[in-house]
């Protein structure tokens, strides 16, 4: 059997078989110019939906950077409004203190008719940083105070010491009838011919609570000194010379508490309103434990006085006053003004001492109620000084006993002209001084007052 031999290839007709094989495969991948095209759209759209993807993301991106720019400005500009408003504020209070605590106390425990007498507690307030816009959520602007009750509150978390000093004088003459006339020319009885000079000294600490932004509390504790000095000639006892009376007291006066609320936000060319609440104990000596120089009188000897020994340093009655103020800022000056009203409680089974030991009962006494008005201007004349002018009126009801209204008990009217001036010693230290004239014949000839309110 025949064997048949396959021939072998050589190395070049291998590579010339491959070679047509790639060049077929190659020719079978190869699209068509249709198809070409349709891919060629298709992938235009895609890149056009890219593009306008694109477009869009970036336009987002841009608003958003816009925007939170804006949010940051925004930010910068409250940041620094709330730093002007805090230095604004900061500002205020030193005003206030410069400019408030300095002038005459016309009110609770400061009577200016003197103590041991139901009369007189008057109040008000005051306040602004004259020329100065104030915040609207802070305190009201401030004056140069020279009333008894000021305006301006206490910043809360803060505390404000006020020791002070106060001088009071007044004179007065006296004619006491007693007896009876048969015709206008002659009188049957006792002349009474008396002058009354009276010097009232009193050192008081202060300090008031900031609780809110609307609220403060204040307590106050005076030390009173009195000297009287009579002066009296019996014309009917038949005597040329002048016979002196001459008495004093020194002790502790009545402590007095209040709580001032700011009722109002108030503005530029709006009002601010502060409702005041002010209760007085009668911790002084009043003037029913002191000793009187009656018995002999009462007995119908000439020679009793008919005064006390010692001075009384207290009112002898429980008073709460309550009251209204209003301050107006208007540029450069500051109107002011208040209303108030004063209740004293009565006391029963009252009697008072005599001499050798003796006592004299006088039953319920019922003070009448002091209602109280006042109204001024303030007006800054530097950064740390400034200046008020005002008036203080009080109307004394009368006083009533067992249930009658006492003899010769008439309504009385205080009347004070008061001017004023602070000065800014420190950031946190002013001093206060204000002088007050009376105007009618019961209240004080003159008054002066010296206040130094210091903050911490």
């Not at 609307?214 to 009195?226: H, N």
Request: hydrophobic letters at 40%; charged letters at 20%.
């Amino acid at each position: 059997m025949a064997l048949f031999k396959i021939p072998a290839l050589s190395t070049t007709s291998c590579a010339v078989m491959l070679f047509l094989a790639s060049v077929s495969h190659a020719q079978s991948l190869v699209n068509t110019p249709e198809e070409l095209e349709a891919k060629l759209e298709i992938l235009s759209r895609e890149l056009a939906e890219q593009k306008t993807r694109l477009a869009t993301l970036e336009l987002a991106h841009r608003q958003y950077q816009q925007q939170k720019e804006r949010l940051e400005f925004l930010e910068r500009q409250v940041e620094a409004q709330q730093s002007s408003l805090d230095a604004m504020r900061d500002i205020v209070a030193w005003d206030v203190l410069a400019l408030q605590r300095g002038a005459g106390r016309v009110g609770s425990g400061e009577s200016p008719v003197g103590g041991g007498e139901t009369l007189a507690q008057a109040a008000t307030s005051e306040q602004a940083p004259v020329g100065r816009a104030p915040a609207a959520e802070g305190r009201p602007p401030e004056v140069a105070p020279i009333f008894e009750q000021p305006g301006v509150l206490t910043a809360p978390g803060h505390y404000v010491l006020e020791p002070s000093f106060q001088y009071g004088y007044s004179s007065s003459n006296r004619v006491a009838l007693v007896g009876y006339t048969i015709i206008p020319a002659l009188l049957i009885g006792l002349v009474d011919v008396r002058e009354v000079k009276r010097n009232t000294v009193t050192a008081a600490l202060s300090a008031r609570f900031g609780i809110t932004r609307r609220l403060e509390l204040e307590v106050r504790a005076p030390y009173v000194y009195r000297t009287d000095s009579t002066v009296s000639r019996e014309v009917a006892n038949s005597t040329a010379t002048d016979s002196v009376f001459s008495a004093n007291g020194m002790d502790m006066g009545d402590l007095e508490f209040g709580a001032r609320y700011q009722l109002n936000d108030g503005g530029i060319d709006k009002a601010y309103y502060i409702g005041t609440l002010r209760f007085k104990t009668r911790t002084g000596k009043d003037p029913f434990e002191v000793v009187t120089d009656c018995i002999q009188r009462c007995l119908g000897n000439a020679n009793g006085s008919g005064l006390p020994l010692d001075l009384p340093t207290g009112s002898g009655f429980y008073s709460l006053q309550v009251g209204v103020t209003a301050l107006y800022p208007s540029d450069p000056a500051v109107f002011f003004g208040s209303i108030t009203y004063m209740h004293n409680f009565a006391r029963d089974n009252v009697s008072r001492k005599v001499r050798n030991g003796e006592e004299e009962y006088l039953g319920t006494i019922a003070p009448g109620g002091v209602v109280g008005f006042n109204f001024g201007m303030g007006l800054a004349l530097n950064e740390k000084s400034s200046f008020s002018i005002g008036y203080d009126h009080s109307s004394v009801g009368r006083t009533e006993v067992r249930g009658e209204v006492a003899p010769g008990s008439v309504r009385t009217q205080l009347a004070t002209l008061l001017l004023g001036y602070s000065y800014r010693l420190s950031p946190k230290t002013s001093l206060n001084v204000s002088v007050g004239a009376g105007l009618t014949r019961d209240t004080p000839d003159v008054s002066l007052t010296v206040r130094l309110p210091m903050t911490f």
